[in-house]
């Protein structure tokens, strides 16, 4: 079992479409939990953080289920350039990425 | 720049030959990885260097990868007699806490790897 699965989707939405990612992750000792973004041909950029608690940074909503051990990524009223594979990542110590979901915005 | 560099941006090598890569991470930054990326996959983690202590090599796929890094900067990765399943995107990252900080890695653009 991978140490952090996603579906790889590709999810095609159009524009103004609220889309959710999950990901689960199998290490019950992670601490720290993130989405990256890589655009095509691209290096990963850090989207954003997730916390406990949730958190939300403009269209964008992560939220962490400890007990279920997955996190989740929202996005709403969704842009073309939106359109990009997010990743998931999770760290015990080190910083392990899941495959990624592909996220598709249409006109 | 101020941001991670790798050499070479692209390499093409026999099967059986051995290559060299070179990753010039951000000043400061004491935590550095490698990771692989195949066409339309995910990141597969290959190893973590984190200041002075022993670098985690759990990711590396066999005896013919390794890595150094040298006066905790410059990191070379090396892959001994290549084979065909050796072709990907290495990606190296650094971070300035590693993995209790911010999580935020900074990527260098990568070395494409080719191998005929």
């Known amino acids: 079992r991978k140490e952090v699965e996603q579906d790889p989707g590709p999810f095609n939405v159009p524009e103004g479409a609220t889309v959710a990612f999950n990901c689960t992750y199998s290490?019950?000792?992670?601490?720290?939990f993130f989405w990256y973004r890589q655009d095509c041909r691209k290096e990963p950029k850090l989207l954003m953080s997730v916390y406990s608690s949730g958190n939300e940074d403009g269209r964008f909503t992560a939220q962490l289920n400890r007990a279920s051990q997955y996190i989740s990524l929202l996005i709403r009223d969704s842009k073309l350039s939106d359109s990009a594979t997010y990743l998931c990542v999770v760290s015990s110590y080190k910083l392990i990425f899941g495959s990624g979901t592909r996220l598709l915005v249409r006109p | 720049g101020a941001g991670v560099s790798q050499s070479p941006s692209n390499k093409v090598t026999e099967k059986g030959k051995d290559v060299e890569l070179r990753c010039d991470p951000i000043s400061g930054h004491t935590a550095l990885y490698w990771y692989r990326q195949s066409l339309g996959q995910g990141l597969e983690f290959l190893i973590y260097f984190q200041g002075n202590s022993a670098p985690d090599k759990s990711g590396l796929p066999s005896d013919r990868f390794s890595a150094e890094r040298t006066g905790g900067s410059v990191s070379t990765l090396t892959i001994q007699r290549t084979q065909q399943e050796d072709s990907a995107v290495y990606l190296c990252?650094?971070?300035?806490?590693?993995?209790?900080?911010?999580?935020?890695?900074?990527f260098g653009e990568g070395s494409r790897l080719t191998v005929l």
């Open positions: 290490n019950s000792a992670s601490q720290s």
């Open positions: 990252a650094s971070s300035l806490e590693g993995a209790r900080g911010t999580g935020e890695l900074f």
